[in-house]
């Protein structure tokens, strides 16, 4: 049966720091790209990050240069390790997989059930 499980979300001042983890059960992250997104109350679902099954990665403009995402196959576990926070960076962030390589825009087939990032002071 295939789960995901999100964690490392939290409340953090601006300027702080927070780890995501997407760690999944019932099929090897080793053939799957992973994406991150996020939803901020009353907005559209935004693609954040994406590393692929071969190392690639991509990020969204808003988040270059602060997010780093990274992978652990031993663990069948992805990261998403973000720095220098902002308050527009509060969102229920997910994690998503698709086969191999990262996908345009939302086209994933598995997808988590979100862990509440919250960026105040």
């Known amino acids: 049966q295939l789960q995901f499980v999100e964690s490392g979300g939290g409340l953090v001042q601006p300027g702080g720091s927070l780890r995501l983890s997407c760690a999944v059960s019932g099929f090897t992250l080793d053939y799957y790209a992973i994406g991150w997104f996020r939803q901020a109350p009353g907005k559209e679902r935004e693609g954040v990050s994406c590393i692929s099954s071969g190392g690639s990665t991509y990020y969204a403009d808003s988040v270059k240069g602060r997010f780093t995402i990274s992978r652990d196959n031993a663990k069948n576990t992805r990261y998403l390790q973000m720095n220098s926070l902002k308050p527009e960076d509060t969102a229920v962030y997910y994690c998503?997989?698709?086969?191999?390589?990262?996908?345009?825009?939302?086209?994933?087939?598995?997808w988590g059930q979100g862990t509440q990032v919250t960026v105040s002071s």
């Open positions: 998503a997989a698709k086969g191999f390589s990262c996908p345009k825009g939302d086209e994933y087939d598995y």
